[in-house]
Nanobody, 121 residues
């Protein structure tokens, strides 16, 4: 059974930082492209960042480029998202997901239960 368990969300002030983690099991993590996607209240899923199988290449939505850093540890089956200089518009539920910027948003993608990030003063 595929399991993705996110953690690390919380309440942070604008300009602050958070580090999200995702523990993966039940599939060949080291052979799977991974992404972070998010959903803000009342909005649809938005792709945030993606990483290739070996971690060589990383990709970011324009809205987070230069502020967020995605990484993975294939030995530990974990995915991470370091979020810096957070803005109120970054508030959302964040999900780790299998796939790239396109497939991670499809119904075929696996996603965890999410972790909530609230950026507020």
């Amino acid at each position: 059974e595929v399991q993705l368990v996110e953690s690390g969300g919380g309440l942070v002030q604008p300009g602050g930082s958070l580090r999200l983690s995702c523990a993966a099991s039940g599939f060949r993590f080291s052979s799977t492209e991974m992404s972070w996607v998010r959903q803000a209240p009342g909005k649809g899923l938005e792709w945030v960042s993606g990483i290739t199988i070996g971690g060589t290449y990383t990709y970011y939505a324009d809205s987070v480029k230069g502020r967020f850093v995605i990484s993975r540890d294939n030995a530990k089956n974990t995915l991470a998202l370091q979020m810096n200089s957070l803005k109120t518009e970054d508030s959302a539920i964040y999900f780790c997901a299998t796939g790239n910027r396109w497939t991670s948003l499809s119904s075929a993608s696996y996603r965890g239960q999410g972790t909530q990030v609230i950026v507020s003063s």
